[in-house]
């Protein structure tokens, strides 16, 4: 379906094609016709599936076409976090150039000055973050009595941030409400039970998300130790570059710093977003970002939702989310707007329980890609460096951390296990976790770094001299067919707390799943041993 089949407002019609939309994605087609005749609806859809035309659109034609003028202001958008709230702002604002009409964007962060002038520039919009939009109600009497039209995006979200209280607080402000619009990536009990409460018979609308995970993102998993991420990123980035732009995600935000710095030594224009910088910053840090001073954005989760830039290409998962849901609001900042993209993730053996879950949730293995050797070291020989005055957010911190050697100025043994530290509600944690495992290795000549194996399973190409451990038998890696040293003992490798491994040890072994379990059932059954100790007495 075309958006010139639908009888939208003349207004809208000219900020349609000015903006040069044509086609409707699955989610707009569905809920618009819906939402235009004044129904209360729930739409399930994930993120990048162009739910934000899906409810303005509508909102915007009933207000334009009403038959008496309506009082200001008409409509309320609540979103979770500023960015989110931005971009909905933004878009609202192109819908509307051709009105006399404002919008007014409330969020924390920002002056309040600003955001009462907007507020009295004849604005029929409200979009806002829940905590800033009470401050408003409250101690600067904003009345939500004229609200009409209440919608909630990124439902699940702001439930998991936990706005529950705040949301009932502003459904009940609103009390001449006429219609309520729900979106949400899934429908959890608090969501569904909102929804049951303050919508009024709402039509149910849904895509499948699966289905636009495997038909638009070309998805790969690259099994790599702790130590060989960063590397193998910077090799990728440099041999491999993008058109548009790229995101790359990490768990920690003291991550960040690192791999800004690490990047811009190799003349990669990249930053990085996290909760380390104010408001205003990361506003004008994204505006930069999708102007395409930076070709990279390295951040946490505070951008794997709401962050709406049409041409990011590809997106890297430095770390796999702990929450697998988060996999695929992070994959789907690519794909969008009936775009292709490209995900990949880097796995080492921190990553491997995220990795269950991500595919239990997925129903689906990730396909796996094959490792170009070469890649596992840093690339060698004169690069010129980026951006090298400006200052990377976090660093100070970062090179602070790094001389002390850890928390209370002791030393720190490599990856030594940090504690944990908590970031801003989103789920920003510190570094805690270390080790190193072995890769799965394949060819490393002319291929991409995210080329797929063979169906078969086997390397074509030239036969290496060695098996794979990934690929030897119990028996094969019992007997001895692994790699000796130069006396013709198994060769043997400390890992970075100083304890030796052999170098093929299956403990090392990311592929061998039943091999690691084996091994962990035979150390419990030390538990064993003392149960018969006491029944001896």
């Given at each position: 379906?075309?958006?010139?089949?639908?009888?939208?407002?003349?207004?809208?019609?000219?900020?349609?094609?000015?903006?040069?939309?044509?086609?409707?994605?699955?989610?707009?087609?569905?809920?618009?016709?819906?939402?235009?005749?004044?129904?209360?609806?729930?739409?399930?859809?994930?993120?990048?599936?162009?739910?934000?035309?899906?409810?303005?659109?509508?909102?915007?034609?009933?207000?334009?076409?009403?038959?008496?003028?309506?009082?200001?202001?008409?409509?309320?958008?609540l979103a979770p976090t500023r960015e989110?709230?931005?971009?909905?702002?933004?878009?609202?604002?192109?819908?509307?150039?051709?009105?006399?009409?404002?919008?007014?964007?409330?969020?924390?962060?920002?002056?309040?000055?600003?955001?009462?002038?907007?507020?009295?520039?004849?604005?029929?919009?409200?979009?806002?973050?829940?905590?800033?939009?009470?401050?408003?109600?409250?101690?600067?009497?904003?009345?939500?009595?004229?609200?009409?039209?209440?919608?909630?995006?990124?439902?699940?979200?702001?439930?998991?941030?936990?706005?529950?209280?705040?949301?009932?607080?502003?459904?009940?402000?609103?009390?001449?409400?006429?219609?309520?619009?729900?979106?949400?990536?899934?429908?959890?009990?608090?969501?569904?039970?909102?929804?049951?409460?303050?919508?009024?018979?709402?039509?149910?609308?849904?895509?499948?998300?699966?289905?636009?995970?495997?038909?638009?993102?070309?998805?790969?998993?690259?099994?790599?130790?702790?130590?060989?991420?960063?590397?193998?990123?910077?090799?990728?980035?440099?041999?491999?570059?993008?058109?548009?732009?790229?995101?790359?995600?990490?768990?920690?935000?003291?991550?960040?710093?690192?791999?800004?710095?690490?990047?811009?030594?190799?003349?990669?224009?990249?930053?990085?977003?996290?909760?380390?910088?104010?408001?205003?910053?990361?506003?004008?840090?994204?505006?930069?970002?999708?102007?395409?001073?930076?070709?990279?954005?390295?951040?946490?989760?505070?951008?794997?939702?709401?962050?709406?830039?049409?041409?990011?290409?590809?997106?890297?998962?430095?770390?796999?989310?702990?929450?697998?849901?988060?996999?695929?609001?992070?994959?789907?900042?690519?794909?969008?707007?009936?775009?292709?993209g490209q995900s990949i993730g880097l796995?080492?053996?921190?990553?491997?329980?995220?990795?269950?879950?991500?595919?239990?949730?997925?129903?689906?293995?990730?396909?796996?890609?094959?490792?170009?050797?070469?890649?596992l070291e840093f690339p060698k020989g004169?690069?010129?460096?980026?951006?090298?005055?400006?200052?990377?957010?976090?660093?100070?911190?970062?090179?602070?951390?790094?001389?002390?050697?850890?928390?209370?100025?002791?030393?720190?043994?490599?990856?030594?296990?940090?504690?944990?530290?908590?970031?801003?509600?989103?789920?920003?944690?510190?570094?805690?976790?270390?080790?190193?495992?072995?890769?799965?290795?394949?060819?490393?000549?002319?291929?991409?770094?995210?080329?797929?194996?063979?169906?078969?399973?086997?390397?074509?190409?030239?036969?290496?001299?060695?098996?794979?451990?990934?690929?030897?038998?119990?028996?094969?890696?019992?007997?001895?067919?692994?790699?000796?040293?130069?006396?013709?003992?198994?060769?043997?490798?400390?890992?970075?707390?100083?304890?030796?491994?052999?170098?093929?040890?299956?403990?090392?072994?990311?592929?061998?799943?039943?091999?690691?379990?084996?091994?962990?059932?035979?150390?419990?059954?030390?538990?064993?041993?003392?149960?018969?100790?006491?029944?001896?007495?």
């Open positions: 379906m075309k958006f010139n089949e639908l009888p939208f407002h003349e207004s809208l019609k000219k900020a349609l094609d000015k903006i040069g939309y044509t086609e409707l994605t699955p989610i707009q087609a569905k809920s618009i016709p819906f939402a235009m005749e004044g129904h209360d609806l729930t739409g399930l859809a994930q993120t990048g599936t162009g739910k934000t035309m899906a409810f303005l659109l509508p909102t915007l034609h009933r207000l334009l076409s009403a038959e008496e003028e309506e009082a200001l202001p008409y409509a309320l958008v989110l709230t931005i971009q909905i702002a933004e878009e609202a604002k192109k819908l509307l150039e051709f009105t006399d009409f404002g919008v007014a964007t409330i969020i924390g962060g920002t002056d309040y000055k600003s955001q009462e002038q907007a507020l009295g520039n004849k604005a029929c919009i409200i979009v806002a973050t829940p905590g800033r939009l009470i401050d408003f109600v409250k101690n600067h009497g904003l009345s939500l009595e004229n609200i009409k039209v209440v919608i909630l995006d990124e439902a699940d979200r702001m439930f998991d941030m936990g706005f529950v209280q705040d949301l009932k607080y502003i459904f009940h402000k609103c009390k001449n409400r006429k219609q309520s619009l729900l979106f949400s990536a899934t429908l959890s009990y608090e969501v569904v039970r909102l929804a049951s409460r303050y919508l009024n018979e709402p039509i149910e609308v849904h895509i499948n998300p699966e289905k636009v995970i495997t038909e638009r993102i070309d998805q790969t998993l690259l099994h790599l130790g702790r130590e060989e991420k960063l590397p193998y990123l910077v090799n990728s980035l440099l041999n491999y570059p993008i058109e548009g732009l790229g995101i790359i995600f990490t768990n920690y935000k003291m991550n960040i710093p690192k791999i800004v710095s690490v990047l811009r030594k190799y003349g990669i224009t990249a930053t990085g977003l996290s909760s380390e910088l104010d408001q205003k910053k990361r506003i004008r840090l994204l505006r930069d970002f999708k102007a395409g001073k930076y070709k990279y954005l390295i951040a946490t989760d505070v951008a794997s939702r709401g962050i709406d830039i049409e041409n990011i290409d590809v997106v890297y998962n430095y770390d796999l989310p702990q929450d697998a849901e988060n996999y695929v609001h992070r994959i789907g900042r690519t794909a969008r707007a009936g775009r292709k796995c080492s053996e921190t990553d491997y329980t995220e990795l269950e879950r991500i595919e239990k949730y997925l129903n689906s293995k990730i396909p796996v890609g094959e490792i170009r050797e070469e890649y004169e690069f010129t460096p980026v951006f090298a005055d400006e200052v990377i957010p976090g660093e100070k911190k970062y090179q602070d951390r790094e001389q002390r050697g850890g928390r209370g100025g002791k030393p720190r043994r490599g990856d030594e296990p940090r504690r944990t530290e908590r970031g801003e509600r989103g789920g920003e944690r510190g570094e805690h976790r270390s080790g190193d495992r072995s890769r799965h290795k394949g060819k490393s000549g002319g291929h991409p770094p995210a080329k797929m194996s063979h169906p078969d399973g086997h390397s074509h190409g030239h036969p290496s001299d060695h098996k794979h451990p990934a690929k030897m038998t119990h028996h094969e890696f019992k007997h001895g067919h692994h790699t000796k040293d130069g006396k013709g003992k198994p060769g043997h490798k400390k890992n970075q707390q100083g304890k030796s491994y052999q170098k093929n040890d299956p403990r090392r072994n990311l592929f061998d799943i039943n091999e690691v379990k084996q091994s962990k059932k035979k150390n419990q059954s030390i538990w064993k041993r003392i149960l018969s100790f006491f029944k001896k007495d």
